[in-house]
């Protein structure tokens, strides 16, 4: 099949003679890959630098496409059907499989990692409770998007946003977006995206109209937030974007007794404050990425036209191109929010 294949640590390159999975399992569905979506991992396991998806790999988890074979026990899905990939799955055994912690089980299986061959191939095999429906009225590149933006409904559902809350985000990425416009669609009372890049800032806007933006390189973060929440500060704060500046800045802006919200990709051995954290009463959650209703969820707001992600996808490709879309997300010759691959 044709694929985009890490060969070995920066070494992108397109293929087609990649082994095309078949079905093994009675629940196994196989999918057409329509549009994957190149993904902030892709460009550590390019670099060598991801912790489990190591070249040589078909890497790939942000995507849609079209069933094409389903196994004897399948039961919601027949040749033909539109669908996502939540592109992970767990052991359904242990501890946190029963307590429906399935995104923390130890054993897991993630997409484009540890033999599963990933989405930026044209085939993909994968468990029947990783497939959901997509509407008929969403495109596949809708599609392939949902599981960025899951990120942030997974976050936002799980810490409570009403229309009394007020809230930060650090980060205009896809991350960051995917919490703002899922975040709004509990109308909170204030949104606030900060970010160094101008041009994320007004993706951002684009998606999020009713948010205060503020670029922390030129103005002051600290100053804006406490002029808006007159000085308290806002309920929650998400991190988006993970480094030690931003975790302090985050526990600046977040008042007390406050949440701080944590789902960014971290490096180990970054300092936190603790002295903050306990004079501030802060609360300080982490998520690691999403479920299968925070899928549904997306879905749904989608084809109700609560949500709009028109303005998500920068570039391009088909995925003969391979090499150049890596070239754009790693490089970034021009500003980059998603790079989007087509079959
Ligand atoms: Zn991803
Ligand atoms: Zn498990």
């Known amino acids: 099949m044709r694929a985009g ?18 079905i093994e399992k009675p629940d196994d569905v196989k999918i057409r890959i329509r549009n994957c979506g190149i993904c902030g991992s892709e460009v550590h396991a390019y670099h060598g630098k991801h912790p489990f998806r190591i070249p040589p790999i078909v890497s790939g988890h942000e995507a849609a496409g079209d069933v094409v074979e389903v196994g004897p026990e399948v039961k919601d899905f027949r040749v033909g059907d539109r669908v996502v990939i939540e592109p992970h799955y767990g052991c359904g055994k242990c501890w946190y499989c029963r307590h429906g912690l399935y995104n923390v089980c130890p054993d897991k299986k993630v997409l484009g990692a540890g033999g599963w061959s990933g989405a930026l191939g044209e085939y993909v095999v994968t468990p029947e409770k990783t497939v959901v429906h997509l509407a008929d009225k969403l495109s596949y590149e809708e599609g392939a998007l949902i599981e960025p933006v899951a990120n942030g409904m997974y976050a936002v559902r799980n810490v409570g946003i009403t229309p009394e809350t007020s809230l930060c985000i650090i980060g205009a990425g896809p991350i960051g977006i995917g919490d703002a416009i899922c975040a709004r669609l509990w109308n909170p009372k204030l949104i606030v995206i900060a970010d160094i890049s101008d041009f994320n800032l007004e993706k951002a806007k684009l998606m999020c109209p009713e948010a205060v933006t503020v670029n922390s390189r030129r103005e002051s973060l600290e100053e804006t937030v406490r002029e808006l929440t007159g000085g308290v500060g806002v309920d929650k704060t998400f991190l988006a974007f993970g480094d030690e500046p931003t975790i302090t800045q985050a526990m600046a802006v977040t008042r007390r007794a406050g949440q701080v919200v944590q789902h960014a990709m971290m490096e180990d051995g970054i300092g936190f404050c603790y002295r903050l954290h306990q004079q501030h009463e802060l609360d ?55 790079v989007m691959m087509e079959f």
């Open 5 to 22: 294949y890490f060969e070995a640590v920066r070494v992108a390159c397109f293929r087609n003679d990649c082994p095309e999975p078949q």
């Open 284 to 338: 300080f959650k982490a998520f690691n990425m999403y479920q299968r209703k925070d899928f549904e969820l997306i879905c749904r707001a989608l084809a109700k036209g609560k949500m709009n992600l028109n303005h998500f996808v920068t570039q391009r490709y088909p995925i003969e191109q391979f090499e150049e879309a890596m070239h754009m997300a790693d490089k970034r010759p021009e500003p980059v929010l998603k």
